[in-house]
C-alpha cells in the first residue's frame, strides 16, 4: 500500500515531494516552538510580575519613607523662628489654663502651626500633639480642633506604646479616626517625640495620621493583569496597609513565616500556595510584601498555552492550506512549460508561453527566456536561408567577374613604362597607384588592419588629389593606438568613393575631406566629413529608411552596402549612421567594436 502510495504521489511528482517535505519541517518548526514557549511562560510570567512587583515595592517603600520625613520637617521648623520656639516650649510646659492669657496666647500660636501643618502633604487627615504636663490631647482636622484627656483619647494605647519606646519615632497600623465621616478610610499613624526646652526631657508627642489611599493610587498607576495583593506591615508585623481589605484590624499570622525567606518565594497564605515578594526597610523594620497565588500565575500559563497551541495549530494549517495551493499552481505551470516544449521539438516553432505584464517571477523569466529562444530559432533558421542564397548569388557573380590578375599587372606596368618612356612621369604614377590598387583588391583576406585600410585610402585618394592637384585636399586623423587593431578590408572606401562621385565640386577650389579615426571605450568611431554639395532632405530620409531595413541582396556597394557588411559581421548594434546639410556638406559615422586583427576574421568568417 505505501509503495502504490508513493508511486501515484511521490515518484515522478517533483512538487508533492518538496510539499511533503516542508509540512514536516513547518510541523516540526511550530512544534517545537510551542513546546519551547509553554515550557517558559510560566518563567516569563513570573519574571514579568517581579519586575512590576519591584517597581510597586520600591514606590510604596519610598512613599511611606517621604511620610517620615514630613513629620521630621514639621519638627525642624518649629524652631527656625525664636519667638515661635519660646511660644511652643512655654505651651508644653505649662498646666492646663484655660484663663491664663500667656497661657491662652501661646496655645493660639501652636493651634495656628498645627492646623497650617495640615495642608503640608494631601495625605494627611489629622494632627495630634500629646502634651505630657497636662495628660492631654489636642487633635486637629479639617472639621474640628479640640482636646481631651488622655483617658478620653480614642487611641490611648498609641500614647503609652510611644511614651514606652525609646525611638524617636513610631508608626502605628491602620485604624478608623472618629474625626472622619467616612467610616471606611482607614490611616496610619507616624509618631516623634517633643522635646522640652532642656533638649533632654520629653515634652510631648506628636502624632500625625496618613490617609492609606495613598498607597492604592500608586499601585493602581502600574499596570497589573495578575492583581498581586500588597500589604504593608509595620516591623512587629502590624498591617499599615492591606490592598484586598483582609487582614485590617487582624493578625497577619504569616509574619513569621515570610521574615524567613528571601525577597522572592513561594510560601503557604491561608494554607494557599502563594509566589510571594518583599522589601525591608532596614533602618524602621518596615516590610512591604505583594502576594499572588500560585494557581493564578498557572491558570494565566495555561491560558497561554492553549492560545499557542492553538495559534500553532491554525499557522500549520494555513501553511500546509497555502503549501498546496502553491504547489498546485507551479505544478500547473510547469507542466504547461514541459508541453510547449515538446510542441518545439515536434517542430511548432510559432508557440509562445504567456507572461504577465508586472510582477515577474521565476516562470515569467522561464517563459521570456522560452520566447526569446523560438525567435531566435525562427531568426536564425531565416537569416541561415538568406545567407545562403547571398552566397550562392556571391559565388556566381565572383564566377562572372574573374579574370587573370598577372594579366591585368603586367598589361598595366607595360602601359607604365611606355609612359615613363614618353616622358609623361605623372600618368606612369597614377598608373602604378591603380596597379597597386588592384593588387590589394585581388588578394583573398577579408580583415585588414586599420594601418593596411588607410593605407589603402591614402592611395586611392591621392590618385584623384593628382587629377584635380589645385581645388581638393584631404586629411587623416588617426590615433595611434588604434593603427595595430582590425577592421573589415575595404570598409572605408566606398565612403570615400561615395563623396567623390556624389559630393565632389570640380569647379570648387577649397573641396576638403577630412578621415578622423578614435577609440571610445569598447568602441572604434570612423567620421568621414567633407565640405561638398551635400544630400537633398529627401533623399537622405530615403537613405536612412534604407539603413535601418534588414539586409537585403543588393549590388550597392556604397553606404547601404557598408551598413549591411558591418551588421551581418559585429550584430546590429554596430553600423553606418549619416548627417547632411548642402550649406556645409555631409558626415558619415560608423561604430565598430574594438577588435583584433584575428578577432575580425573569425567575425567574417563566421557571417
Request: proline share 2%; charged share 25%.
Amino acid at each position: 500500500m505505501i509503495k502504490n502510495l508513493y508511486r501515484s504521489y511521490f515518484s515522478r511528482k517533483y512538487f508533492n515531494k518538496i510539499l511533503f517535505v516542508y509540512m514536516f519541517i513547518t510541523i516540526v518548526t511550530f512544534c517545537t516552538l510551542a513546546y519551547v514557549t509553554v515550557n517558559n511562560t510560566s518563567d516569563l510570567i513570573k519574571e514579568k510580575e517581579l519586575k512590576y512587583n519591584d517597581v510597586v515595592l520600591n514606590r510604596i517603600m519610598a512613599h511611606l519613607d517621604s511620610k517620615y520625613d514630613i513629620v521630621k520637617t514639621m519638627l525642624k521648623q518649629t524652631l527656625i523662628d525664636k519667638e515661635f520656639v519660646q511660644d511652643i516650649y512655654y505651651f508644653l510646659q505649662q498646666d492646663y489654663s484655660p484663663f491664663n492669657m500667656d497661657y491662652i496666647e501661646t496655645k493660639w500660636v501652636f493651634d495656628d502651626y498645627m492646623s497650617s501643618a495640615l495642608s503640608r502633604d494631601r495625605d494627611i487627615t489629622g494632627i495630634s500633639v500629646y502634651k505630657i504636663r497636662d495628660q492631654r490631647i489636642y487633635e486637629y482636622s479639617e472639621t474640628a480642633v479640640t482636646n481631651n484627656l488622655l483617658n478620653e483619647y480614642r487611641y490611648p494605647d498609641l500614647i503609652r506604646h510611644s511614651g514606652q519606646s525609646s525611638s524617636f519615632s513610631e508608626i502605628y497600623p491602620a485604624h478608623y479616626p472618629a474625626y472622619l465621616s467616612i467610616s471606611n478610610s482607614f490611616v496610619f499613624t507616624v509618631s516623634m517625640k517633643l522635646k522640652a526646652d532642656n533638649l533632654v526631657d520629653d515634652a510631648g508627642i506628636l502624632l500625625v495620621d496618613f490617609d492609606t489611599q495613598s498607597f492604592q493610587d500608586i499601585i493602581s498607576s502600574q499596570r497589573n493583569d495578575l492583581a498581586s495583593d500588597f500589604i504593608v506591615l509595620t516591623s512587629s508585623g502590624e498591617v499599615i496597609f492591606d490592598s484586598s481589605n483582609r487582614y485590617y484590624g487582624k493578625e497577619f499570622t504569616s509574619f513569621n513565616q515570610i521574615q524567613q525567606v528571601t525577597s522572592s518565594s513561594t510560601v503557604n497564605i491561608d494554607h494557599t500556595p502563594t509566589v510571594m515578594y518583599k522589601l525591608t526597610d532596614p533602618e524602621t523594620g518596615n516590610m512591604v510584601v505583594s502576594l499572588i497565588p500560585e494557581k493564578l500565575l498557572l491558570s494565566q500559563a495555561n491560558e497561554i498555552r492553549d492560545k499557542i497551541l492553538l495559534l500553532a495549530l491554525a499557522c500549520i494549517s494555513g501553511c500546509m492550506l497555502l503549501m498546496y495551493i502553491g504547489s498546485k499552481i507551479f505544478s500547473q505551470r510547469v507542466l504547461r512549460i514541459t508541453k510547449h516544449l515538446k510542441k518545439i521539438g515536434a517542430g511548432d516553432l510559432s508557440i509562445r508561453l504567456p507572461v504577465k505584464n508586472q510582477n515577474v517571477d521565476e516562470f515569467d523569466e522561464i517563459s521570456i527566456s522560452f520566447n526569446r529562444m523560438s525567435e531566435k530559432l525562427v531568426d536564425y533558421i531565416d537569416r541561415f536561408y538568406v545567407l545562403e542564397l547571398k552566397q550562392k548569388s556571391s559565388e556566381l557573380k565572383a564566377l562572372q567577374a574573374q579574370v587573370n590578375p598577372h594579366f591585368l599587372y603586367n598589361t598595366l606596368e607595360a602601359i607604365r613604362m611606355k609612359t615613363v618612356l614618353s616622358g609623361d612621369r605623372e600618368s606612369a604614377h597614377m598608373i602604378y597607384i591603380l596597379a597597386k590598387l588592384l593588387r590589394s583588391s585581388a588578394k583573398e583576406q577579408m580583415a585588414v588592419t586599420i594601418e593596411e585600410e588607410i593605407g589603402f585610402c591614402d592611395l586611392y585618394l591621392n590618385l584623384f588629389k593628382i587629377r584635380y592637384e589645385n581645388n581638393f585636399d584631404y586629411t587623416f586623423e588617426i590615433d595611434s593606438d588604434i593603427v595595430e587593431l582590425g577592421i573589415i578590408k575595404h570598409l572605408l572606401q566606398p565612403l570615400l568613393e561615395n563623396y567623390l562621385i556624389h559630393g565632389f565640386l570640380p569647379k570648387k577650389e577649397n573641396n576638403h575631406l577630412l578621415l578622423r579615426g578614435v577609440r571610445e571605450g569598447d568602441h572604434l568611431l570612423f567620421t568621414i566629413e567633407d565640405n561638398g554639395s551635400g544630400i537633398t532632405e529627401t533623399k537622405l530620409n530615403e537613405i536612412n529608411r534604407n539603413l535601418e531595413r534588414e539586409p537585403l541582396p543588393s549590388d550597392s556597394i556604397g553606404l547601404i552596402n557598408v551598413n549591411e557588411r558591418i551588421q551581418i559581421a559585429f550584430g546590429q548594434h554596430y553600423g553606418l549612421s549619416i548627417k547632411s546639410d548642402q550649406a556645409t556638406g555631409t558626415t558619415v559615422t560608423i561604430i565598430i567594436p574594438v577588435l583584433t586583427l584575428q578577432e575580425v576574421q573569425q567575425c567574417t568568417r563566421s557571417s
